[in-house]
Structure formats: C-alpha cells, structure tokens
C-alpha cells in the first residue's frame, strides 16, 4: 500500500484535494518531495524517469528565468508582461501534462520564486490557469509560489491574501516565503542581506496562517531557517531546521493543540545541506524541497564527462582517430550528448528522492 492506493491519487498532473491530500500524508509519513526546476522538455524527462523509477511523487517547476528560457531566449520579456515568461511557464505546463500520464507517477506542477517586480509574470499564468479552469474545472497548474521576503511581513501577507482570494475558487495551492533566503538564484539575489533576516519568527508564522486560513486550506509556507541558495562548502552555511519545530509547536497552540503539526513547510536553499538537516526539517513538517542548484550540476556532468571523453570525435563533421574520412555523427547527435545529462540529472534527482525518504511511496 502507497499513496495511490491509500489516497487514490491519479497518475500525471494533479490539483486541488490531490495536492491536499499528498501534502498530508507526506507530513504524516514524514517525507518530502523534490522540486525540480526545469527548462527544457529534457530536464522534465530526467526528473520524471527518476519518480517512475524510484516509486515516488514529484514536483516540476519553473522559475521565472526558466520559463522565458522554455519560450526561448529571443523572445520579448518586458518588465511590463513577461511575454516570454508568460508563454513559456504556460507551454511547459501543456507539455508537462501531456507527458507526465506516461511515467505514472503523481506531479504537482508549480511556479518559483515569483518576487515583486515578476507580479506580471504571475498575473499572466493566472488569466491562463482561469481560462483553463472555466473549461476544464482545473487550473493549469497546480500551484504557484510569491517570493516577497524582501517586502515587510503587512505588505507580504496582504499581497498574497489578494492572490490566495484569487486561487481559492480552483483549488489551487499557493506558496509563499517569509524571511529572506540568502544568496543568488535566477536573479534574485540576497548574497549581502542582514543574517537575522534569513530565520522567521513563529509569531509571524501565525500572522500567515490566521490570514490565509479562512480563506483557504491550499496553501505552504517557506520559512526561513539560514537557508541559502546555491552551493558553498561545509560550514558557511549555519541552517537551524529546530526552529520549524518551535513554529509547529507555537501555531498547534494557537489552534488549540489538537494538531501537533499543522503548518506545511516548504525548503528552500537545499542544494549542499547535510542528510541530518534534511531528514530534520522534513520531521518538523517540511512537504516540499528546493533542489535546483544541485541538478544544474547534475545535468552539467554527464555531458562534460561525455564530451571530455569524445573530444576527438567532436572536433570535425568527419575524420577521427579510426580515420580521416570517418563520419562522427554518431557522436554530435545531440540526442546522444543531451541524454547524458538527461542520466545524471536523473540520478541526482533519485538521489534527492532517496534522501527526503520519498522513494518508494507510491
């Protein structure tokens, strides 16, 4: 028995009380699931491959950044629209639901880090998920994210209740963060700010939760607990997940105590942090796990090892160490090269599945 059994989810893109339900048992069961950002039809697949394989739900989703890359990088993105962005998010999530029925795994189809300059870009994916929702009964994605940590906490909650009051007839789930995670990702970058900045305070977890419960049950929080974005060696980074025991713990007393953990938890700025400070944070009620960094190189690996490998058959159309007239377009295929990193993005993605205790849960 597993969650497509015990909780009778579909297999592809799901919405609404699927998510719901999956989020639950996830925090029930005490495991997290992988956000995988992607750009391109072959890093959904190796995200994919790696779910199907290891027997475990997923999320797929884009950045703001990646979207436009998925529309393509000569396409207009003004700070006014976000056309690319726009079109891009939106053909990714056409094709994601095409494609994600044929792995048979549960996909949660997601936005990041949408900050406040990039509110365009959300307005457009929501005039979308309406239009699809009016003649589907569901948005086209199934969750969007709101980044505005940097904005003070009235202005962030107030800004995502109006959002939350818009998704709330579709179901659909809505993410936001409260306490800046450092570093630089896709533009945003937090590299300089004050370090008291990076870690949340329970009251205002409970400031978050009184305003969007009324509304909707749909909805996550990413705390911050020293998270960082990118990748730095061991030590610089002073990640605290005991703190999102204490929030649990101050918002269950709020509510009257019967639900020892009753905040979804969302991490962010994963890449490089231990397994203890995973498995710690997922115990504390963490549903969701940023690992983009990490995958980057993943992907990178494979195709820099095959092209290391294969240098003297790349140099030229025709003529390698077997003879000059040798043709090399076995070897420049870019089907061949792509899906070498297509495999180790994969197994970097397994690996993640591994370490938040999601394979093998379906």
Request: aromatic content about 10%; proline content about 5%; hydrophobic content about 35%.
């Amino acid at each position: 028995m597993g969650i497509l059994d015990e909780l009778n989810l579909p297999t592809g893109v799901i919405y609404g009380d699927d998510v719901l339900k999956l989020f639950t048992y996830a925090r029930e069961k005490k495991f997290a699931i992988p956000a995988c950002n992607v750009t391109s039809s072959s890093t959904v697949v190796a995200a994919l491959e790696a779910a199907r394989d290891q027997k475990a739900p997923i999320i797929l989703q884009t950045s703001q950044g990646g979207a436009a890359y998925f529309a393509g990088k000569g396409v207009k993105d003004s700070a006014e629209k976000r056309e690319a962005s726009v079109a891009g998010a939106i053909a990714a999530a056409h094709y994601i639901r095409s494609i994600a029925p044929v792995y048979g795994v549960p996909v949660v189809l997601h936005t990041d880090h949408c900050a406040k300059k990039l509110l365009p870009w959300l307005d457009g994916m929501l005039d979308e998920d309406e239009k699809f929702f009016k003649a589907n009964g569901i948005p086209l994605f199934s969750s969007h994210m709101i980044d505005l940590s940097e904005e003070s906490v009235e202005e962030n909650i107030e800004t995502c209740v109006k959002y939350l009051k818009r998704a709330a007839p579709m179901k659909q789930w809505l993410e936001m963060e409260i306490g800046i995670t450092g570093g630089e990702e896709d533009g945003v970058n937090n590299e300089n700010v004050d370090n008291a900045a990076l870690y949340t305070q329970p009251e205002d977890i409970w400031k978050i939760e009184q305003a969007f419960r009324p509304i909707s049950p749909y909805f996550s929080i990413a705390a911050g607990f020293g998270n960082v974005h990118g990748v730095y060696a061991p030590g610089n980074v002073k990640l605290h997940p005991e703190l999102l025991g204490k929030h649990q713990k101050y918002v269950s007393e709020q509510l009257g105590g019967k639900d020892p953990k009753p905040v979804f938890f969302v991490f962010h700025g994963g890449s490089g942090s231990t397994k203890e400070e995973y498995r710690e944070a997922i115990e504390n009620g963490v549903v969701k796990v940023n690992v983009d960094t990490d995958l980057q190189w993943g992907y990178l690996t494979g195709i820099r090892d095959y092209v290391t490998k294969n240098i003297d058959y790349l140099r030229t159309q025709v003529g390698n160490p077997e003879g000059p007239n040798k043709p090399n377009k076995k070897k420049y295929d870019p089907r061949v090269w792509i899906r070498e990193g297509e495999k180790t993005m994969k197994a970097r993605v397994e690996e993640s599945l591994k370490d938040f205790n999601a394979a093998g849960t379906l």
